[in-house]
């Protein structure tokens, strides 16, 4: 969805796109906000995580090709990647309020996620499953993913496809249930889409929603960071609290709301 220039420059949605975006979700599962982040700050992102995704696998370059040359690290607690823009997006905050409502909280570090060159398709897949898998309906979310693009995505480079709706249909058995990968018998008898952005878009989505990273036959890069947010009284299995320090400086520019979001006390 296109926000007006007043919505970015602000960081406020007024209540027809807050609708919007919530109706979407509820719907899609998923909702696109297109090119809200600012263009020299989406450049200097990319070059500040491109840096580091390099020196990252410098040493270990079999491990992306086990990895089917999809790979991401956890970005450090320091600045830049403590950036508001990132942890603390007002309008990333003001969807995820009606989507979790208020009290959703958040887990750092969070993740970045790239397709390199020569990447392959992945499987199709939820990120995670529904809270009653027993039931015959979908339940309200309790998890959502946010995005934020920091390459253009396209066809060629590896974009998303994603399966629209399907945060709704409930698991066909146990194994889906436990692997969270959808068989392609039940994948295609749903329609998909390319999740097609430009650099600087955000994507919300529901973490039930079927999708799959897309092969990469550019030279080039294709990074987008991922930060989970959940619902107050959901307390999955695999929370892990902050284990990194950070620094006192560091700790000073965050803003009593990002504290409070992700839940962060000084020890």
């Not at 906000?33 to 840096?51: C, D, G, K, S, Y």
């Not at 090709?65 to 991401?72: D, K, L, M």
């Not at 409502?101 to 992945?122: K, V």
Request: glycine residues 4%; contains cysteine; hydrophobic residues 40%.
């Amino acid at each position: 969805m296109q926000l007006t220039a007043r919505e970015k420059s602000t960081g406020e949605l007024t209540s027809a796109s807050l609708d919007l975006a919530q109706q979407t979700l509820s719907q899609q599962g998923f909702v696109v906000l297109e090119a809200v982040l600012p263009a020299h700050w989406v450049v200097n992102m990319r070059e500040t995580f491109t840096a580091e995704l390099q020196n990252h696998y410098a040493s270990k370059p079999q491990t992306l090709v086990r990895q089917r040359h999809h790979g991401g690290f956890r970005p450090p607690l320091t600045m830049p990647f403590l950036d508001p823009q990132i942890i603390a997006n007002p309008l990333v905050f003001q969807v995820l309020e009606q989507l979790l409502e208020q009290s959703f909280f958040g887990c750092l570090p969070y993740g970045c996620n790239t397709t390199f060159p020569g990447s392959q398709e992945q499987n199709v897949h939820r990120d995670c499953g529904h809270l009653f898998p027993e039931l015959t309906s979908a339940a309200p979310p309790v998890l959502a993913v946010v995005n934020l693009l920091l390459d253009d995505f396209t066809a060629a480079n590896g974009a998303t496809e994603i399966w629209p709706g399907s945060h709704l249909l409930v698991d066909a058995d146990q194994e889906e249930t436990r692997t969270l990968r959808i068989p392609p018998a039940r994948w295609r008898d749903h329609p998909s889409t390319l999740l097609l952005a430009p650099a600087g878009s955000i994507v919300i989505r529901d973490m039930r929603t079927w999708h799959r990273g897309g092969a990469n036959s550019t030279a080039s890069l294709r990074t987008m960071l991922a930060l989970v947010y959940y619902r107050q009284y959901f307390m999955p299995d695999n929370l892990v609290a902050l284990t990194e320090p950070i620094s006192e400086n560091d700790w000073r520019q965050l803003s009593e709301r990002v504290r409070w979001t992700y839940r962060l006390t000084r020890t």
